[in-house]
């Protein structure tokens, strides 16, 4: 019998971010063929893919009444675990912590809304924590940004920022194939 120790994380990928005002559809059909790409391999691989949802009580397009805690439409998944998250780490108080160690997961696949904060942040924590992490930038979304000094930055300028400080340090940045390529499954003793 064979078993992953690989999972694929989804964080974040649900309607609440379509009612911000900073949604953006720019890089929408790039993000959603590269995810669904990852969803889809991953579950031919037999990687279980795991949905997190960023929940707010204090927010209306993000409390669980709203009907926008559910995934981005343009998405089709149907994830082997679903857990909740209040923080940016999907790690903290969701339970995923203990659902990766109980299935014997040793690496996590990120991909997800937002680039720089839930994902990134979801990365480091799991470094942190032990685990080997591929992130995958392309299976990530995020928006343009304002400094406070006036200067914008673009998502693209997000991402490759991302992907500066994550890399060699608390991941692989990969690319879908990649992370298929790569995702390891291991023969039960």
Same mark, same amino acid.
């Given at each position: ?76 998944? &149907? %994830?082997?675990?679903? *857990?909740?998250?209040?923080?940016? $780490?999907?790690? @903290?108080? +969701?339970?995923? =912590? ?39 930038? &392309? %299976?990530?979304?995020? *928006?343009?940004?304002?400094?406070? $000094?006036?200067? @914008?930055? +673009?998502?693209? =300028? ?32």
């Amino acid at each position: 019998m064979s078993h992953a120790d690989t999972a694929l994380l989804v964080i974040d990928v649900q309607e609440s971010f379509r009612q911000r005002p900073y949604w953006r559809t720019d890089d929408l059909p790039a993000f959603t063929n590269r995810l669904q790409a990852l969803i889809d391999g991953a579950k031919a691989k037999g990687i279980p893919v795991v949905q997190i949802f960023h929940v707010e009580d204090s927010d209306a397009h993000f409390s669980l009444n709203s009907g926008f805690v559910r995934k981005l439409d343009e998405i089709s998944l &149907e %994830a082997d675990a679903v *857990f909740h998250k209040r923080r940016h $780490s999907a790690l @903290v108080g +969701s339970g995923l =912590d203990v659902w990766l160690v109980a299935n014997g997961i040793r690496k996590v696949i990120v991909s997800g809304i937002r680039t720089e904060q839930c994902c990134e942040t979801t990365t480091r924590h799991a470094s942190d924590l032990g685990y080997e992490v591929d992130y995958v930038t &392309e %299976a990530t979304l995020t *928006f343009p940004m304002t400094h406070a $000094s006036g200067t @914008v930055f +673009s998502a693209e =300028d997000i991402k490759r920022r991302s992907e500066l400080v994550l890399s060699g340090r608390f991941a692989r940045i990969a690319t879908v194939e990649e992370a298929l390529a790569d995702a390891s499954i291991r023969s039960a003793a």
